[in-house]
């Protein structure tokens, strides 16, 4: 017997809180229930601190209480500005982040030997 929707989005909003809560404020897109599967397919738009906007799809497979990475996709902010109008799934505050990933900072690219 198929795991009913509402169910399912109950399981999946707090796995997804746990796992992506510190990228706030995130919006929700796309969803599409499975029952066959016991699951729901879904996109996040979100800004992240070095990618900027980003589409990234997910699986959450509520049988096993798992959240698949479906792949991702940058977005320009035109593209973003629609989906800001809609209230976001997390709420949350935007404000400059500083990614603590020296690595990943880009005057550090620029800086090192290839």
Sequence with gaps: MPISRDTMRAKRDRKVRAAMG???PIW?????YRPREDSLVFNLVYQHPI???VNHRF???????????MGEK??????ALSILE?????PGEIS??????????PSLLL????
Aim: hydrophobic share 30%; proline share 9%.
């Design 74 to 79: 940058r977005l320009k902010e035109e593209e």
């Design 59 to 69: 699986k959450y497979d509520g049988f096993n209480d798992v959240l698949y990475h």
């Design 96 to 105: 400059t982040r500083v990614p603590n990933e020296p690595a990943a900072r």
């Design 51 to 53: 990618y900027s906007w």
């Design 111 to 114: 800086t090192q030997p290839a």
């Design 22 to 24: 510190k990228w706030a």
């Design 86 to 90: 809609q209230e976001p799934y997390i």
């Design 28 to 32: 929700l897109v796309n969803e599409e």
